[in-house]
C-alpha cells in the first residue's frame, strides 16, 4: 500500500518558519533536492525568499551529480541564473570554510541519502554541522525518506581506526535512519554542538521503502539510478575495494556484478542454498568504463523477492567469501588509494573492520556473523532509537 509522504523541502514551503525572514541562506543540494512536481530546492527557495539565498554548496559527485567515481572532484564555480557561488564540498576540501560560511547566516540542507554508512553525504553534512558550530549559525535540514526503509538495521559496527570519508561514525553498514535522523544522532552523541533544526516529512513511516512513498527517484549520484539498486547497495559496495566488477559502466551499476574469470555454476549452486529473499540469475555484461572496460564479465543480476528476508550486507559477504573459495588466484583485494585514504586497505574502509576481511580470506562461517553482531546492533539501536522522528 503507497502512502503520499511529503517530504521536508515541501513542508519548508507550506509553512516556513518565522525566523527565516531576511536572513540570508545557503543551500546544500544536488539534483536529487527536488520536490513531488520536479521543481529543485534551489528555484523554490529562491522564489519564497526572494533576494536571501547567497550560496550553494554541493556533495560528491557535483552539483549536477556528473561525476562518476569516486576521488574525481568538482570545482566551485558560479550559478549561472541565480548568479550565486556553488562550493564544492568534495574539492580540494571535504570540510566548508569560514569564507564559504560568511556569506550566509543559516544552512539549509536538502540532501537525499541511501540508508547506508559508506554514503559520504552524511559526512558532507556532519562537517558542515561543525563548521556552523564554530560559527554560531544554525543549519535546517529538510528530511527526506530512507529509501530502504527504517525498521531494517544491518551490519558491524565501524570501527574507530578505520574511521574515514566512508565511514567517519561507529555506526552499522545499514543505519535504518532520515538524514534528519542520523545528523541529530551524529550532532548529539558525537558532541558536535549545532544549533540543529531538523523539518520533518509527514506520512512517512519507517516499514515504507521508496516505491511506497508516491515521490519521484531522482537518482543522487550516477550508479544509484533506481530505488532497487538501493536496496542491494548495502551489500554490493563491498566489491568496489575488489577487482570484481561492481556492475560501474553497464546500465545496472550494484544490481549486477562479475568479472572475466567466475564460475556462475559453482557459485550459484552455493548462493541458493545459503541467501534468502533473493534470486542470483547468471548474466553475462561488459562494462564500458571502469573494471574489465570492454570485456566480457561473467556474473549474477539480483533480483530481490522478499526485501524482509533479504539482508543485503551479509548477502554480498558470502558472495563475496564464495569467490575467494573457488577464485583465490584470480580474485585480490584493491591497493590504496581510496578516498584520500593512502595506507589502509580500500575493503578495510569500507567493511570498517581489518578482523572481517580475515575472516572472509580465512573462509570462516559467516552464518555466524548475524548472531556476533547483534549486541552491538542492538545498541545501537537503542541510542538511536532516541533520534527517530517516525514510528
Known sequence: MKNKVTIGLENLITDPPEHLKGKRLGLLSNPASVDRSFNHASR?????FPGQLKALFSPQHGFYAEKQDNMIESDHFLEPELNIPIYSLYNDTRIPTK???????????????????VYTFIYTVSYCLEMAAK???????????????????EGNILSKEFSSFVGRFPIPMRHGLTI?????????EFHIGCNLTIIPMTGWKRDLYWQDTQLPWIAPSPNL???????VYPGQIIFEGTNISEGRGTTLPFEQFGAPFLDTIK????????????????????????KWQGNV????????????EFNPYLSSLIVMQLIIKYHKNEFNFTEPPYEYELEKMPIDLILGSQSLR?????LEDLTLLADQWSQELATFKSISRKYHLYE
Open 44 to 48: 523554490l527557495i529562491h522564489d519564497f
Open 99 to 117: 569564507k564559504m560560511f560568511d556569506l550566509i547566516d543559516i544552512l539549509l540542507v536538502d540532501i537525499q541519502d541511501v540508508g547506508t554508512r
Open 135 to 153: 560559527l554560531d549559525k544554525p543549519v535546517i535540514i529538510l528530511d527526506r525518506p530512507n529509501p530502504i526503509g527504517g525498521t531494517q538495521v
Open 180 to 188: 534528519g535522523e542520523i545528523l541529530q544522532f551524529f550532532n548529539q
Open 225 to 231: 539510478p533506481t530505488p532497487q539498486s538501493c536496496m
Open 267 to 290: 557459485i550459484k549452486a552455493a548462493v541458493d542454498k545459503m541467501i534468502k529473499g533473493t534470486c542470483f540469475r547468471p548474466v553475462n555484461f561488459e562494462p564500458t568504463s571502469g
Open 297 to 308: 564479465c561473467k556474473g549474477f543480476q539480483i533480483h530481490i523477492t522478499s526485501k524482509e
Open 358 to 362: 580475515k575472516k572472509l580470506t580465512k
